[in-house]
């Protein structure tokens, strides 16, 4: 699995080597655009809006872009660089304070041969608490907040979206007062029950993956 990031995690007066490994894969789509005369694969070239010419890497900056359209040219360089290399635990909460929808992306998080026993602590410990280290670092050049809990025998970090990238759902229907009879959620509650069961994700294939993959060797 490859190393997404390598540095320390600190938790408390405890300081321990660990690397990221991404916890999931999805896959990466082979479908693409191509010439149907001789399968050529579509090639997109980045042209400038305004003058309309080919641009090479160096004729390429970075811009922001206003409310009012305007573009504003900007150096990331002169942005304030996140601490490199350091997980820092800012806080414990407990893990259901957690929203599922902030969760961003999962990876896991691997300790060096000489931190085995203080990441076991740590594991241990949220597991016990059934908390989670709520923890910031820099990831890609950027400040990162995220979330480590364990699960699986392992600590999964979550990196979290920031609050103001969380919309929050405005949806008419809220603000009806909508009745629901005891008889109707009666008959829900025993759908439900009928129907629960452990969750296997197995149980569940990927068909979509697998019939392109059959149609592909088909076509072959």
Request: glycine fraction near 4%; proline fraction near 8%.
């Given at each position: 699995m490859r190393t997404v990031w390598r540095g320390a995690l600190r938790f408390g007066m405890t300081t321990m080597t660990v690397r990221l490994v991404s916890a999931a894969t999805e896959h990466r789509s082979r479908v693409h655009l191509v010439h149907r005369e001789d399968s050529g694969r579509v090639r997109h070239q980045?042209?400038?809006?305004?003058?309309?010419?080919r641009l090479t890497p160096e004729d390429i900056g970075r811009g922001y872009?206003?409310?009012?359209?305007?573009?504003?040219?900007?150096?990331?360089?002169?942005?304030?660089?996140p601490e490199d290399g350091v997980i820092d635990v800012?806080?414990?909460?407990?893990?259901?304070?957690?929203?599922?929808?902030?969760?961003?992306?999962?990876?896991?998080?691997?300790?060096?041969?000489?931190?085995?026993r203080s990441?076991?602590?740590?594991?241990?410990?949220?597991?016990?608490?059934?908390?989670?280290?709520?923890v910031k670092f820099g990831l890609r050049g950027k400040d990162t907040l995220a979330a480590l809990r364990p699960q699986h025998g392992v600590i999964v970090l979550h990196t979290l979206l920031w609050p103001d990238e969380v919309r929050?759902?405005?949806?008419?229907?809220?603000?009806?007062?909508?009745?629901?009879?005891?008889?109707e959620l009666a008959a829900a509650a025993a759908l439900v029950r009928a129907q629960t069961r452990p969750f296997k994700p197995h149980d569940y294939p990927n068909t979509h993956q697998e019939a392109l993959l059959h149609l592909v060797e088909a076509n072959v």
């Open positions: 980045q042209v400038c809006g305004e003058c309309s010419l872009e206003l409310d009012d359209g305007r573009i504003v040219q900007i150096d990331p360089g002169d942005l304030p660089a800012q806080q414990f909460a407990p893990q259901v304070d957690l929203d599922p929808v902030a969760l961003h992306r999962p990876y896991y998080v691997e300790p060096d041969d000489l931190s085995v990441y076991v602590l740590l594991r241990e410990t949220l597991e016990r608490t059934k908390t989670a280290a709520i929050e759902p405005h949806f008419a229907f809220l603000h009806r007062d909508t009745e629901v009879r005891t008889g």
